[in-house]
C-alpha cells in the first residue's frame, strides 16, 4: 500500500491564530495537495472546542503532545520555546506510516503550492531544509551557548522551521530518541534548541542534507520576505518575536487571513503591537501602497531607508505591469 505524505504543525492555545491562518492560507494555496495529504497537529491546551474551531477550517488529525523524557521543565528553553518546539521528534517515528512529513512552523502564512517540495525533494538522504539567513549567524554554532567540540562547528545552520522529512533518512528508528536525549543533556547550552540539535543530528548520523531554496522557508533577513513583486514565495516564516506578522507592521496579505480567522469567531490576538503598525492602523494609512508591509524605521532604520529609496521604482513597475 503506498503512504500517503503529511503536514505537521504543533501549537498550544495561546497562538491557536496563527496556527488557523496558516491553515487558511494552506487550504487557499493547495487544494489538490489536501487531496491526499493528512495534516497532523500535535497540541498542548486545545479545548474540544479549539479542535471544532480548527476542523471547520481544514480537517485535521489532532495529537495531544508530551516530551518524551524526565528533563528540567523550568529551564529558560522551556519558556522561550514551549515543549512543543521538540515534538517534531515525533515525526521520526510517523514515518512508519507516512512517506513524507513536511514540519512548518505555526507563525508562517503559506504563498504557494507546497506541492513542489514534496516532489522535489528528500529522496536522497531523508531531510531537506533551507540554509539559515540570518546576518552574522549562518554558521551551526549560533545554536549553542558553547561549541560542542566533538562536532564541525564550522558547517552551516539550517533553519529548522521549515523541515522535510522522509521515511528513506539513515537510522531513522534510532532519531526520536536520540534528539529526546541530546535535547536533555545540553539543554543548559542550547540556544535554538530543536534546531541546534536537528543540526547536530545530521553530522552524527552522517544524513546527507538536501537544501530547499529559501522560497521555501522565506525569513525576515531575506530581501524577498517584504518584497510585494514577488509571487514565488512559498511559505513566508516570521522567525523571532521581534518581526511577527501581527506587530511588527501592516501585512495585507497576512491581514486577510486573520480577518477571515476573527470572521469565523476566532479569538483576537493579545500580543503587544509595534508603534509603527500602531500609527498604520490610527491613521488607514494601509490604504497606501507605501505602508503595506513597509519595514519598522525604528527597529530597522537601515532597512526602512533602503526601502524608501527604492519604493517610488517598484511602484511605478507595479503599476506598468497591471
Known amino acids: 500500500m503506498t503512504k500517503k505524505n503529511a503536514i505537521f504543525f504543533s501549537c498550544n492555545e495561546r497562538f491557536l491564530f496563527t496556527l488557523c491562518v496558516a491553515l487558511l492560507s494552506l487550504k487557499e494555496h493547495n487544494a489538490k495537495l489536501l487531496q491526499n495529504t493528512d495534516v497532523l497537529i500535535y497540541q498542548q491546551g486545545f479545548s474540544e472546542e479549539d479542535k471544532a474551531f480548527v476542523n471547520r477550517i481544514l480537517p485535521c488529525k489532532f495529537t495531544e503532545y508530551k516530551f518524551a523524557v524526565e ?12 515543549q512543543l518546539t521538540f515534538a517534531r521528534y515525533e515525526i521520526f517515528d510517523l514515518l512508519d506510516t507516512y512517506a513524507k512529513v513536511l514540519y512548518i512552523d505555526v507563525d508562517v502564512m503559506i504563498g504557494g503550492d507546497l506541492s513542489y517540495i514534496f516532489d522535489h525533494f528528500g529522496s536522497k538522504g531523508g531531510v531537506a531544509m533551507c540554509k539559515d539567513t540570518q546576518k552574522g549567524l549562518t554558521l551551526i554554532t549560533k545554536n549553542f551557548v558553547k561549541p560542542l567540540p566533538q562536532y564541525d562547528m564550522t558547517v552551516p545552520c ?45 553530522q552524527q548520523f552522517h544524513v546527507p542534507i538536501e537544501v530547499l531554496p529559501d522560497i521555501c522557508n522565506c525569513l525576515p533577513s531575506n530581501p524577498k520576505y517584504l518584497d510585494k513583486d514577488r509571487h514565488d514565495v512559498l511559505i513566508y516564516h516570521c522567525a523571532g518575536g521581534g518581526v511577527r506578522f501581527w506587530t511588527y507592521t501592516y501585512n495585507a496579505p497576512w491581514q486577510k487571513y486573520y480577518q477571515q480567522y476573527l470572521a469565523l469567531g476566532g479569538r483576537p490576538h493579545t ?12 491613521h488607514n494609512w494601509q490604504r497606501f501602497d507605501f505602508f503595506e508591509r513597509s519595514p519598522d524605521p525604528q527597529m530597522h532604520p537601515m532597512r526602512f531607508l533602503k526601502y524608501v529609496l527604492a519604493w517610488p521604482f ?3 513597475r507595479r503599476k506598468l505591469s497591471k
Open 71 to 82: 528533563t528540567d521543565f523550568n529551564n529558560i528553553n522551556f519558556k522561550h520555546f514551549t
Open 271 to 282: 500580543d503587544k503591537e509595534h508603534a509603527w503598525l500602531k500609527l498604520i492602523k490610527k
Open 158 to 202: 539550517y533553519n529548522a522551521g521549515v523541515t522535510l522529512f522522509c521515511d528513506n533518512i539513515p537510522h531513522r528508528q534510532e532519531l526520536r530518541m536520540w534528539c529526546y536525549h541530546k535535547t536533555a543533556e545540553w539543554l543548559d547550552n542550547l540556544v535554538c534548541p530543536d534546531q541546534g540539535v536537528v543540526n547536530v543530528m545530521l
Open 314 to 316: 517598484k511602484y511605478v
